[in-house]
């Protein structure tokens, strides 16, 4: 019989040591790993006998069995799931997290209990027994295969294991831990027991403690032993919701997810009449690490009639909802669907628009009624929610409720105003909510753009991340309020116009030396800007470049320049602010050389106000000296 021995990848042995040495904060939760990876193979072996029976080998009654040997220091759960082949073992259990082993350990802070919440991120729970053991031994045959096509992995935790063919009469998988000194409770049978119906109470496998044939606990020669299920084992989202309690569908949550940080919410629904399903849906608590990745498989696990189908039905959520997790069970659809079918199917449209649905009403009632679990719920998922208006047309106004934003009356570098909070706090005659598209929050805040709406009291809201304005485009208006970024178009809002006294022939005057300004401007910036106009945004600032309403901002600019997008050339107004003492003096200015460089330097500020780039900085610095010294002198 070959041994074949084999070294982890490097990032694997830093990760085993880790685990080794205690990662996770409360050790009985590898029993729970082994159990909800045992549940999944039975899982899958149900599917896949949908097109083969023959791989059930006789026995459907599915089924997890622990067996216990206090003498030995040993526990040794059994499943007759699907089981692995010699392949499957060395991709499964010899690479440890390997589509982010790298940024697991970067996440890693040195705090147990936060980095055991890392460990549902990277799906590395099989490891969590090497917290128990130093020894473990997997013995496992596919369903399908030869009896003596079965292997045997075994590993010290070390940077080695050793993978050899045996011959295995059952399928399914065997493991085996050989406890520590330190870890031997785990080999007593309340121990076992007690765990067994705090964490997995609700798997829908039965799960069956061994012990002695009669009364007595005590092992002798020649012991006859039986097994007793120890588990509810009904499929917790089968049960009536009255009959559940919250730390039930926490830890059903975690046991479908591999996740160890509880839900921020759920949502349990039975729906009968025309179509009969139930569905559970969670909130996770935190967002995983591949959560931007749209290439990894995500959704619901579909169930048809108890049956597993699928464990990332991706047809019944849209993208931006793809960290909602749950279940969905349903009696209509038929068992040989493929998911192309699944795609096209009527029942899955009506089923899906009623989960996205349930989704958002579960979402709004978190936003009203915890509004702390909301706000890390934002922090975690804000940004792909933000995807929503675009993808679903039909929910972009309760979608756009959901969002939550800093503006310029709230305080510190939280999001924590709605629209809806913006909209109760709008001004007596305002007709627009205003916003602002910047860099980061500083800039936003202390932007010229804003000057006018701070004097006349007008909040705005502040738009910092790179996906703002895309989604901001996509929605319009709310609850009948149009939109309007506060650095486009012409402010026309009767609440920001100042009410002026002058005489007739004060007007007059004042049209008159503007006309000259602009007159200036214009000659000097042609083929630079589209045209120069007084300013009703500013009142300290001189001048700020304002673009077409449905022109792209610079920041959109810079992100399509940046993925290598062809970008039109839209030239922006130039708005000057009369009053200000830089235009004033360009005004009296008689010399064109200097009123060149005045012109020159109000359109660099302007430029530099608007978050651009200056396309000669040492010129601007030169100019910026000039008029210091000179005013100095």
């Known amino acids: 019989m070959t041994v074949e021995t084999r070294g982890f990848q490097t990032e694997a042995k830093q990760l085993l040591h880790l685990m080794i040495h205690s990662l996770y904060s409360n050790r009985e939760i590898f029993l729970r790993e082994l159990i909800s990876n045992a549940s999944d193979a039975a899982d899958k072996l149900r599917f896949e006998a949908l097109a083969d029976a023959s791989l059930y080998e006789g026995d459907s009654d599915l089924r997890i069995r622990i067996d216990l040997d206090p003498e030995a220091g040993t526990i040794t759960l059994h499943d007759n799931g699907i089981g692995m082949s010699k392949d499957e073992v060395i991709e499964n259990l010899g ?305 756009a409720g959901l969002f939550r934003f800093a503006t310029t009356k709230t305080e510190g570098s939280d999001a924590t105003a709605s629209l809806a909070d913006y909209v109760s706090r709008m001004k007596e005659g305002q007709e627009k909510i205003y916003y602002l598209v910047a860099e980061n929050l500083t800039s936003a805040r202390n932007s010229a753009y804003l000057e006018v709406f701070n004097k006349n009291d007008v909040e705005v809201l502040l738009l910092t991340e790179r996906l703002d304005e895309w989604t901001i485009s996509h929605i319009h208006e709310f609850e009948g309020k149009i939109l309007q970024d506060v650095a486009k178009g012409e402010l026309e809002d009767a609440i920001l116009t100042e009410s002026i006294d002058d005489t007739e022939e004060e007007k007059a005057a004042k049209e008159e030396s503007a006309s000259a300004i602009i007159n200036k401007i214009n000659s000097s910036l042609a083929g630079k800007i589209e045209s120069v106009r007084e300013t009703r945004r500013l ?72 978050g651009e780039q200056l396309e000669n900085p040492a010129l601007f610095v030169k100019r910026l000296n000039q008029l210091l010294f000179e005013s100095a002198a």
């Open 95 to 399: 690479t440890i997290a390997k589509s982010g082993t790298s940024q697991f350990m970067q996440g890693l802070s040195g705090d147990q209990k936060k980095d055991a919440q890392l460990i549902g991120q990277f799906g590395v729970g099989f490891y969590s027994a090497f917290i128990v053991a130093d020894k473990v031994v997997v013995e496992t045959r596919r369903a399908g295969l030869a009896t003596d096509q079965a292997v045997r992995w075994t590993c010290q935790g070390e940077a080695e294991y050793t993978v050899e063919d045996i011959e295995k009469a059952e399928r399914g998988t065997s493991i085996t831990l050989f406890l520590k000194d330190d870890a031997l409770e785990f080999s007593a049978q309340i121990r076992v027991l007690t765990i067994v119906k705090k964490y997995s109470d609700h798997i829908g496998v039965p799960v069956a403690l061994r012990k002695p044939a009669g009364d007595s606990d005590e092992k002798t020669e020649g012991q006859e032993y039986i097994y007793e299920t120890i588990n509810d084992a009904s499929a917790l989202w089968t049960r009536p919701r009255n009959e559940l309690k919250d730390e039930e569908y926490q830890e059903f949550y975690k046991h479908l997810t591999h996740d160890f940080v509880t839900p921020l919410s759920w949502s349990h629904n039975r729906v009968e009449g025309k179509l009969d399903y139930t569905s559970l849906l969670y909130v996770p608590g935190h967002a995983p690490f591949d959560l931007y990745n749209r290439e990894v498989s995500r959704g619901l696990k579909l169930y048809i009639q108890r049956t597993f189908i699928m464990d990332d039905a991706s047809q019944f959520l849209p993208s931006y909802l793809r960290f909602i997790r749950g279940v969905l069970d349903s009696n209509d659809l038929p068992l040989n669907v493929s998911r192309e079918i699944l795609q096209h199917s009527p029942a899955v449209d009506s089923i899906r628009t009623a989960l996205v649905k349930r989704s958002l009403d579960m979402l709004e009632k978190m936003a009203k009624e915890s509004p702390d679990d909301y706000s890390t719920f934002w922090k975690e998922f804000g940004t792909v929610l933000k995807e929503g208006p675009a993808e679903d047309f039909a929910n972009r106004e309760r979608i």
């Open 539 to 610: 009142t300290d600032s001189p001048a700020c470049l304002v673009y077409a309403e449905h022109a792209l901002s610079p920041q959109m600019r810079k992100m399509m320049e940046a993925a290598g997008q062809p970008v039109p050339a839209d030239k922006p107004v130039l708005e000057i602010n009369i009053k200000h003492p830089l235009v004033a003096q360009l005004g009296k200015e008689e010399n064109d050389q200097r009123s060149t460089e005045l012109v020159g330097l109000l359109y660099d500020q302007a430029v530099l106000s608007a």
